[in-house]
């Protein structure tokens, strides 16, 4: 939704008169997160579909009872993309060289780390295998990857322990954001209803390293090599394609509730409490050797 249509909207649930839509908003300065429809009216996140920031320590629209809002950048702030820069990760397990980013889910600085590898000499607008490696703190009970930053049209990999602490990978998809209850003219394109899941998606396949794969007692860790991550169709014979030079935006998702059959990687899974973007390098990511070192990890 538009940034006018979402103020609009939520003027709408606030009882104002909607008569005149307010002049558009600027991304780098949102009104307070009360004002906000994900945050205010009870919809899903998995539904919004403007990109949430990162939860910041001291943010005034952060509370403990607030578990299912996110903090918006205040206007002293960074866009959200340029909030963390990216740091150089040899893994000493595997031998790859990984762009690493760490996202907050929560403001007392817990977080997911996220890592990713590719191949050297990879041309624009080709497509190419990834490595993912994630490192998740033992209380969340599920974490996405949204590969094309955003929820809809582009595959999503959630990750969650199973009931032997074995770790689950679920290649999933979602086809639309679901509307919010407001004048159907606004949503003339938009035919689901209610939350909508990320389903299943067999165009991106995941497969487990044992080799950088491990947990302890804060934290769980696993390596996986993807095919289909890095270039899918987003409908209508539209490619979209990660770019192996510069920055792709890439989103997470969190819930610390876990799925309802763990052991299954179709399972149903929470609506996450929170989600955010970034955008992260792929050029430092890239690998002489990634093909022998994949090769070998798979072996």
């Given at each position: ?34 004002s906000l429809c994900c945050g205010n009216c009870g919809s899903a996140c998995w539904a919004c579909s403007r990109p949430a920031s990162r939860p910041r320590a001291g943010d005034p629209h952060l509370s403990p009872a607030q578990t299912h809002t996110l903090a918006t950048p205040r206007a002293d702030q960074p866009p959200p993309a340029a909030a963390a820069a990216d740091a150089i990760f040899q893994d000493p397990d595997t031998g790859l060289v990984f762009t690493s980013n760490f996202q907050l889910y929560k403001s007392d600085g817990r977080g997911i780390t996220f890592r990713v590898a ?182």
């Amino acid at each position: 939704m538009p940034p006018t249509q979402r103020a609009w909207f939520c003027r709408r649930r606030k009882g104002r008169p909607p008569s005149t839509p307010p002049r558009p908003i600027s991304p780098f300065r949102q009104p307070p997160i009360s004002s906000l429809c994900c945050g205010n009216c009870g919809s899903a996140c998995w539904a919004c579909s403007r990109p949430a920031s990162r939860p910041r320590a001291g943010d005034p629209h952060l509370s403990p009872a607030q578990t299912h809002t996110l903090a918006t950048p205040r206007a002293d702030q960074p866009p959200p993309a340029a909030a963390a820069a990216d740091a150089i990760f040899q893994d000493p397990d595997t031998g790859l060289v990984f762009t690493s980013n760490f996202q907050l889910y929560k403001s007392d600085g817990r977080g997911i780390t996220f890592r990713v590898a590719i191949p050297d000499g990879v041309q624009s607008y080709t497509a190419y295998d990834a490595v993912i490696q994630m490192v998740v703190p033992n209380d969340v009970g599920w974490a996405g990857l949204a590969w094309g930053g955003s929820m809809p049209k582009n595959p999503i990999l959630v990750a969650w322990r199973g009931s032997s602490n074995n770790v689950v990978l679920s290649s999933r998809w979602a086809t639309c954001v679901p509307p919010f209850p407001v004048p159907s003219k606004i949503h003339t394109n938009r035919t689901c209803s209610g939350h909508v899941m990320p389903t299943d998606y067999s165009g991106a396949t995941y497969t487990l390293f044992k080799s950088g794969t491990k947990s302890n007692g804060t934290h769980w860790q696993f390596t996986a090599l993807c095919k289909g991550c890095t270039a899918w169709d987003a409908g209508s014979g539209s490619m979209r394609y990660l770019s192996p030079r510069g920055g792709n935006r890439l989103a997470f998702a969190y819930s610390p509730s876990k799925p309802s059959s763990v052991n299954s990687p179709s399972s149903t899974i929470p609506i996450h409490d929170v989600h955010g973007y970034w955008n992260h390098d792929f050029t430092a990511a890239a690998n002489a050797g990634f093909d022998a070192a994949v090769s070998r990890l798979t072996a």
